[in-house]
């Protein structure tokens, strides 16, 4: 599980960045980019599962049939950023495509997580074989990464909110940014 959670923030660091730089300050996605509605829902809901890995994992077991919740999270995770690869290339072809950049990024975080889930499936096959129910068992890592998650768990929360909200076009959702005019 250590080895896992450090992979872990290694991909919400790259994820941060990604969206800072790339879907903020590039782009500007939240600014009403033609058609970035269906890529921000995409983001908006795979931040809310990332949120409960960043935020539970640290510090739960997820037990029994629980593993089995956790293990749906994941696939859902994964199927969603499947759907975002292909969704982005549609959305970004107003502004010349994806960026290479951001490309390679997204190679690099997809397989940070891989090797992250390749130490966390181990952990949830023994999670499965036990009773059923969400344990307080903070992971064997040092402290400070258990804090890190955490909060990488709320500013990924914060992230999702933000793209949902710019998502529904709501007033002021594309804050800093003037709105896109198309």
């Not at 908006?44 to 409960?52: G, H, I």
């Not at 495509?97 to 190679?107: A, I, L, S």
């Not at 890190?148 to 909200?165: E, F, H, T």
Request: proline letters at 8%.
């Amino acid at each position: 599980m250590s080895i896992a959670l450090w992979l872990l923030a290694v991909q919400g660091a790259l994820g941060a960045l990604d969206t800072l730089y790339y879907h903020e300050w590039r782009a500007r996605l939240p600014a009403g980019v033609p058609g970035s509605r269906p890529e921000l829902m995409l983001h908006a809901s795979r931040d809310f599962l990332y949120s409960v890995l960043f935020g539970s994992l640290p510090w739960l077991a997820w037990r029994g049939a629980w593993a089995a919740v956790l293990a749906l999270i994941i696939a859902a995770e994964i199927v969603i950023t499947l759907a975002d690869f292909v969704v982005e290339d549609a959305v970004r072809k107003p502004l010349g495509g994806v960026f290479p950049g951001e490309r390679c990024m997204h190679t690099v975080m997809a397989l940070i997580y891989g090797a992250a889930l390749g130490y966390l499936v181990p952990v949830l096959l023994l999670w499965w074989a036990l009773p059923t129910g969400l344990a307080v068992e903070p992971a064997p890592v040092p402290q400070p990464l258990r804090v890190a998650l955490s909060l990488m768990a709320a500013g990924v929360l914060g992230s999702g909110m933000r793209d949902l909200y710019a998502a529904l076009q709501l007033p002021r959702g594309h804050w800093p940014w003037p709105r896109h005019s198309a």
